[in-house]
């Protein structure tokens, strides 16, 4: 099993990113999301200059907020930076698009950047379409003056539902997902692999994306310091899909918290003081960094368990191992705010050196 450390884009995160390599983390992520974070490149690339083997990628670039040759170029240039240690993680975008009111982007858009963007990596020319317009382009300059083309960047997809699968097993080189039942993750990865190019008979690597607090003994899942730890990225299972006209209520809530997530949405989110029309965002403020006021009580023990790798050291190895078992590559933890030292800490020094 490989691990992760997963960043909210801030821009002091390569100290953490060094002290997660020194601890035996294979990669660091980082989120791109513009109304919440720092710039997602420019903290990969202080990440970049300051690590030396500790793989990095975009936790995911949201395709359709930056157009696809913007895509190209900026992870090309942390590929020059960092030669062979790079990955595009492109994505949909729940929370970037969210934080501002926006849809999602389309199935669609991903197939067409994704297509751009490797036929750009791969040195040659890529047909770019803006509206009815149409272009042949390609990086003009020698690659080795500015970016780095020679260095394979591999493209892995954050999607979950069925149509979003099968685009991944078509064209991605990896997989990211969520939840931690390993027969749900069983299934889907079993499902991704047998549609995948019947050419290609290597499994597709999959990271899961997750939180985790080792606890100290006698500690209670109920503690502040685990609230602190892993509550902001728990609570994210009930928050709400943001559409005034469609609103999906708990869209990434396990089915053993969907009582917990309409109770979140009738009693937090329908009393906010925002109006309705830019009440998402409200609803995406503290995002994976801090519990809003009078959202700790719906972080339940039973939630904590569902979304998160928290408990005493032997009981997340056991976890962990059972996710190997499924098919998990990589099990990324997310940083909640930005101090990341207990976390890389207590999973370098008590479960990585144990799985």
């Known amino acids: 099993m490989d691990f992760g450390i997963s960043f909210p884009s801030y ?41 030396e083997h500790i793989k990095l990628g975009s936790m995911v670039s949201i395709l359709g907020n930056r157009i696809a040759p913007v895509t190209a170029h900026s992870i ?35 197939r067409e950047h994704v297509t751009v963007i490797r036929d750009l990596l791969s040195g040659g020319e890529a047909t770019y379409r803006e509206g009815k317009t149409e272009r042949v382009i390609r990086f003009l300059h020698r690659p080795d003056e500015y970016i780095n083309l020679k260095d394979e960047i591999p493209i892995y997809m954050a999607t979950n539902g069925p149509k979003g699968l099968q685009l991944t097993a078509e064209i991605a080189d990896g997989w990211v997902t969520i939840g931690l039942d390993p027969a749900y993750l069983s299934s889907l990865i079993g499902g991704v692999n047998n549609a995948r190019d019947s050419q290609s008979n290597k499994p597709l690597y999959t990271v899961n994306l997750s939180a985790g607090c080792v606890l100290r003994p006698g500690e209670e899942l109920t503690s502040a310091r685990v609230a602190k730890e892993v509550g902001p990225y728990a609570i994210l299972a009930l928050h709400t899909n943001w559409d005034p006209k469609e609103m999906a209520i708990g869209p990434f809530a396990p089915p053993g918290v969907a009582a917990l997530a309409q109770q979140y949405f009738d009693e937090h989110v329908m009393h906010m003081e925002t109006p309705m029309e830019k009440r998402y965002q409200e609803m995406h403020s503290g995002h994976l960094m801090y519990l809003r006021e009078g959202e700790q009580k719906y972080l339940t023990p ?33 940083v909640c705010g930005t101090d990341a030292h207990t976390l890389i800490r207590d999973f370098g020094n008590h479960i990585i050196p144990h799985v």
């Open 76 to 110: 090309a240039t942390i590929n020059e930076l960092a030669p062979g240690r790079v990955i595009l993680g492109v994505g949909t975008g729940f929370g970037a698009r969210n934080a501002m009111g926006m849809r999602p982007t389309s199935l669609k858009t991903m």
């Open 302 to 334: 039973e939630l904590l368990k569902l979304t998160t790798l928290t408990g005493p050291p032997g009981e997340i190895i056991d976890r962990i191992q059972a996710l190997e078992a499924a098919g998990v590559s990589n099990i990324s933890l997310n």
């Open 11 to 51: 821009i002091r995160a390569y100290q953490d990113a060094k002290m997660a390599e020194d601890h035996g983390f294979s990669h660091a992520w980082f989120y791109d999301s513009h109304m919440l974070f720092c710039d997602v490149y420019c903290a990969m690339a202080l990440a970049a200059e300051h690590t």
